[in-house]
Structures are given as C-alpha cells and as structure tokens.
C-alpha cells in the first residue's frame, strides 16, 4: 500500500452545507445501493473528486514538461467554435492544433 493509499485508511470528519434537494438525493443514492446513509455516498463522491484533481493536475504537470517546440497551438475561432459545440446534439471534434512555427 503507497503512502497516500495508507493516509487515506484513517477518517476525518468533514461539515458541508448543501441543499435540501442534494440532501434528499443523497439519501435515495443510498437508499438505491443498499448502504446505511447518505454520509458514505458522499464520502465516495468526495474520494473520487480528490482522485480525479489529483490525475488533472499530474496531466498539467505532464503537459508542462512539453519542450516548446513541440507543443501545439489552436485558432482562437476554431476553439470557441469547439467550446460552443460542446452539450449540443453535434460536438466538434477537438481541435488537433499546429505546430509553434
């Protein structure tokens, strides 16, 4: 077991104010999977929250380890144009970008 795996063996405990309609939703993932309460659904959601900044950021720090010259760049219009297409019925595809000449 890595070190952050064994931290993670130990609890704590954490207060958050959310509404009633994501309380009542808590309550009815639970109630769905079988477990005791609400407090474990979040606590599952909190860990994989925490796991999936945590890959964000190594990705960051990979992306930033890119000599210059290899990374690649996007049109300013192709981008937005890609940002606006996204939660639509037809997605662009992701810019593919060009070499920094």
Known sequence: MKAAEANMSKTATVTASVSECV????E?????RGVAGGDEVVAE???QYVSEYDAWKREIGRRRDVPHEKRRYVD?????AWIKSLG???PLP????????
């Open 28 to 32: 009815a993932i639970a109630r769905e």
């Open 45 to 47: 959601a909190v860990e």
């Open 23 to 26: 309380k009542e939703r808590l």
């Open 94 to 101: 992701l810019p593919k970008g060009t070499p920094r000449t």
């Open 76 to 80: 300013r219009a192709e981008g937005r």
């Open 88 to 90: 639509t019925d037809n």
